[in-house]
């Protein structure tokens, strides 16, 4: 199967998969006022790759997280090579073979890529001290084997974040274990870095390894899985085979069946709410940069943004929010001109932003869920110097039913929600701001197929409203079902526009565009149109 991933089949006939290695035997875990897993099952065996599907809050984090020692069930058991065990640790889970690769990355900034890799596990000389050469030896051996051209003496500080997802993949296959959990490995993976994370784990089940694998990319199940256990609400609902259609995984996933992927109505779009123009900005020590950037985005519009990686977007777009300043050019909403690097300026004229790095840029973690919610509004809730918490509240509570925040009330901190449900809360912030013309960077990247057309019905909603949204994506069926219209990037500049209103278009179109200018063949292909931290 070829997705926006790129082809990433296994022609190869799938080993039946060995003995059971570790069973989890009606497990439950309650948080307060969630009860996040009720009565979970789940069977690895040696030799194969057991796909853990669900929805965004369906207890996928909760489970692999006591697999890894991090919580403990109140209910159930853990079985490993026919033995109940107790994992109180992740000392305990590597001492059992078992490792896991998390959302968050597990590195230590300050620290080599070495050092990171044999963190708390470091060869020693026969002195005890730790043997640097070794250390360095061994993980170029690691890093060939993921295929990541680091030294491994390069500061982690110093690594973008697909290089930091395959340290996290070298690190864990420097444990040797029996079982390995991968938690969204591809999500920030070019297509050719999914190629070889998918040599590497086929290599580990034709070993004899049980991989536990997470994915919100369907295409990926029948590409790699062999069993698929799909939890919903807490529980697990069904076990199938990984050749299962992705209309029944969905309907397994969700609990219901999912219409149109892209539900895009199009309104007559109005007059027009922002105009860019001759936007332009070299690129400070090296970076990516952009020049004589124009276009407009129309009330009831929906504007697209693609490109290769590093093509200049979400540059552009941080730009025309005030976050950065530009060189040169205008950024004008209904006519008047926003001050450069404002962001209070931009908020005032109404844009708002959903930033790519959502947890980074876009929430409070450890604030709860109504501040984060009526964040962009601090001012209308402000009397006298004094915040109205009662107004917040009721405000937040509305907003967070609207978009059907799965939470255990307005006090949860933003960092135990789900990567969905996270998304919905920088959403909905902008939403409770009145925001007019929103800009969405990279909007459903580790969302799943449930909450990504809640998020499609939401900039329908916008638009039917005569407001505008700006999207940018890597994701190109998404993309170009949801635009009105899609500006190319390439090389920092606007390689042409595209209609799918106008009738369907083919990905073939966006990449002649995006690979136009000369040179950008040398920086990129269509392998890197699916996953990046620059954009």
Sequence with gaps: ????????????????????????????????????????????????????????????????????GVHRPDEGRIVVDGEEVAIR????????????????????????VAENLFLGRQPRTALGLVDRRAMRERAARL?????????????????????????????????????LVMDEPTAVLTSSEVATLFGIVRELRDSGVAVVFITHHLEEIAALGDRVTVLRDGR???????????????????GREIGEQYPRRRPEPGAPLLRVRGLTRRGADGGPGFEDIGFEVRAGEVVGLAGLVGAG?????????????????????????????????????GLGLVPEDRKAQGLLLDAPLDENLTLARLDRDTR???????????????????????MSGLGQSARTLSGGNQQKVVIGKWLLAGVRLLILDEPTRGVDVGAKVEIYQLVNELTAAGCGVLMISSDLPEVLGMSDRVLVMAQGRIAGELSPADGPVGQDAVMELAVRVPGARDRGNESAMEGSDVG
């Design 1 to 68: 199967m070829t997705g926006v991933n790129g082809d990433v089949r296994d022609s190869r006939e799938r080993p039946p998969g060995g003995a059971e290695l570790l069973h989890v035997e009606g497990v439950t875990k309650s948080f307060p006022g969630v009860r996040a897993l009720d009565g979970v099952d789940l069977a690895l065996r040696a030799g194969e790759v057991h796909v853990l599907l669900g929805e965004n809050g369906a207890g996928k984090s909760t489970l692999i997280k006591m697999l890894a």
């Design 89 to 112: 640790s992740a000392q305990d889970a590597e001492r059992l073979g078992i490792a896991t690769i998390h959302q968050e990355f597990n590195l230590v900034p300050g620290l080599s």
């Design 143 to 179: 890093l060939e084997r993921v295929r990541l051209d680091v030294s491994p003496a390069a500061p982690v500080a110093g690594l973008g974040i697909a290089q930091l997802q395959m340290v996290e993949i070298a690190k864990a296959l420097g444990t040797a274990a029996r079982v």
């Design 236 to 254: 697990s609902v069904a076990e199938v085979a990984a050749t299962v259609s992705e209309d029944e995984l969905i309907r397994l996933m969700v």
């Design 313 to 349: 977007r979400t540059e552009v777009a941080r730009a025309v929010f005030g976050v950065d300043r530009y060189d040169a050019g205008t950024v004008e909403v209904d006519g008047r001109a926003l001050a450069r690097g404002d962001v209070r300026a931009a908020m005032r004229a």
């Design 384 to 406: 006298g110097g004094f915040v109205d918490r009662r107004a917040q509240r009721r405000e937040a509570a509305a907003m967070a039913d609207r978009l059907k925040v799965r």
